[in-house]
C-alpha cells in the first residue's frame, strides 16, 4: 500500500488543529506546519515553514514529497479579515503552492472555502433554502469571500492543468474549543463565564453551526475521498442565533444574562446561510456530536459547570 503523508497547512489554527486527529486515524503520515517550531506530537510531525514566504514552503515540499496536501491557513485576525486587503496575499501565496505541491509529486489537494462565498441575498436563500453547490449564485460580498472564490476558482482550473485531484470544502459556521475570539457562539460562552449580560441581536438569523471536530473530520474525508470540485461542510441543519444562544444561557445555568433583541441586526448580516451536504453524504460523513453535545463541550473549556437540559 503505497504512503499517504499530508502536508497540514494552518495546522495551528481553529479547523486545521482539528483534522490532524482524524488524519491519523485515517492512516496518514501527517506534517503539520507552522511558522514556530514545534516538538512532535502524538504521531504528528510538525515543520517550520511560512506560506507567505514562497522558498520556505519550496523547501518544505521538495524535503517532504507529500502525495496530499490539506490547505487551511488563511488570515483570521478577528474583524479584520473581511476587508483587509491580506486576503490577495494569502492567493498569491496559496497558487505558488498549489503549483510547488504538484512540482514535488502531490496528486490531492484539498483546500478550505467559506460559506459567505455564496449570494447571501440571493432569493432562496431569503426564503430559507440551503445553499446549494451548484445551484445558488456565488457573489460575494466581501473581500473575503470574494479573494476565496477567487482562489478557488482558480485552484479548479490550475488543478485541471497539473493533473491534480482537487477539491474545494466551503465550510459553514464551525464553532468550538479554540474558535477565535469574538467569533458569536465563543462571545456567548464567555460571557456566561465571566458572569456577564450577554447582549445580542433578536436573533432571527438562521447558521449552520458545526462543531469544529466534526469539520476537522469532513475535511480529513473529503482528502480521503476521490470527491472533487465544490463541496460544503456543515450540518445540514439550521438554527437560529436566538435558539443557540438560549441553549447556551440553559447549560451554564444564566438564562436571565441573554438579552435578546438588545443589539440592532448587523448590516448585511444574511438571514440564512445553511448548507445543502448531500455531496459530503456521498463519501460517508455526517456529524458525530448534536448542537447541544458541541455547546456542552464550548461550555466544559469556558470551566463552566454544564446544566442538565430540558
Known sequence: MAIKRVVVTGARGFLGSQTLPSLLDRGYEVFALSREVVSADHGV????????DPRSMQRVLENIRPSHLLHCAWITTPGHFWSAAENWDWVAASLFLARNFAACGGKRLVAVGTCVE???FD???LRGEPCREDVTPLVPHTAYGQAKHGLGRMLHHLSAHLHLSMAWGRV???YGEGEPEGKLLSHVAGALARNEP???TSGQQKRDFIEARDAGRALAILLDSDLQGDVNIGTGKGTS???AARLLGHLAGKPSLIRL???????GDPPCLV???QRMQTIGFVPLRTLEEGLRHLLSVQGLTISEAS
Open 241 to 243: 442565533v436566538a435558539e
Open 261 to 267: 433583541g438588545a443589539l440592532p441586526v448587523r448590516a
Open 123 to 125: 432569493a432562496a436563500l
Open 275 to 277: 448548507a445543502d451536504t
Open 118 to 120: 455564496y449570494d447571501i
Open 172 to 174: 459553514f459556521q464551525p
Open 45 to 52: 510531525t510538525w515543520v517550520q515553514g511560512d506560506i507567505l
Open 198 to 200: 450577554v447582549l445580542v
